[in-house]
T-cell receptor, first 119, second 113 residues
Framework: GAVVSQHPSRVICKSGTSVKIECRSL??????MFWYRQFPKQSLMLMAT?????????EQGVEKDKFLINHASLTLSTLTVTSAHPEDSSFYIC???????????????FGPGTRLTVL | DQQVKQNSPSLSVQEGRISILNCDYT??????FLWYKKYPAEGPTFLIS?????DKNEDGRFTVFLNKSAKHLSLHIVPSQPGDSAVYFC????????????FGTGTRLQVTL
């Protein structure tokens, strides 16, 4: 099967600091990665789509200067929450899409998530 | 604007019985639907999917039904097992959106002994 890892699994930081979350596809190359956030008892909300070697596409209402996404290689995408505030506390989940765009939708594999708590 | 809705936040079913999880959508552009299972503090895992050209897809104990005219889909689990206890999300995608998924709010399934 396809494995996607995230690091760290849990992070606590002070307000005003920046936090970097890594998403890696361990056994396949991911041309596209997605970043989601989930508030307690709510749905997963897509934040941005990240394509290797190009700028990320952000969903409406997501601040691209606050949530910096870098997809530098076919196996790694990073999400940096800059100048974090308590309202940024959430569960952040990435997914990685195997294969070229236009392929089967079920070829999208999710990481285990990162719990961010901003004090 | 919640385009994908799961109106039942929780469901309790006895082991061996059928579990039926429901999902409604509003966007008529959606043409592919997926069900994911999620445990706490973990990412979702794919269960089963269905294209809008079909009305049923079956995989072992899991069957997904799609009613396009009603914009409604359901996931049937038969027989239900204690290990099926988790949160189930339905998700939808539209052609030309680069596989972007819109998730429902989830239904927590509890399978009791």
């Amino acid at each position: 099967g396809a494995v996607v890892s995230q690091h760290p699994s849990r992070v606590i930081c002070k307000s005003g600091t920046s936090v970097k979350i890594e998403c890696r596809s361990l056994d396949f190359q991911a041309t596209t990665m997605f970043w989601y956030r989930q508030f307690p008892k709510q749905s997963l909300m897509l934040m941005a789509t990240s394509n290797e070697g190009s700028k990320a596409t952000y969903e409406q209402g997501v601040e691209k200067d606050k949530f910096l996404i870098n997809h530098a290689s076919l196996t790694l995408s990073t999400l940096t929450v800059t100048s974090a505030h308590p309202e940024d506390s959430s569960f952040y989940i990435c997914s990685a899409r195997r294969g070229p765009p236009g392929g089967p939708y079920n070829e999208q594999f999710f990481g285990p998530g990162t719990r961010l708590t901003v004090l | 604007d919640q385009q994908v809705k799961q109106n039942s936040p929780s469901l309790s079913v006895q082991e061996g019985r059928i579990s039926i999880l429901n999902c409604d959508y509003t966007n008529s552009m959606f043409d592919y639907f997926l069900w994911y299972k999620k445990y706490p503090a973990e990412g979702p895992t794919f269960l089963i999917s269905i294209s809008s050209i079909k009305d049923k897809n079956e995989d072992g104990r899991f069957t997904v039904f799609l009613n396009k005219s009603a914009k409604h889909l359901s996931l049937h689990i038969v027989p239900s097992q204690p290990g099926d206890s988790a949160v189930y999300f339905c998700a939808a995608s539209a052609a030309g959106t680069a596989s972007k998924l819109t998730f429902g709010t989830g239904t927590r399934l509890q399978v009791t002994l």
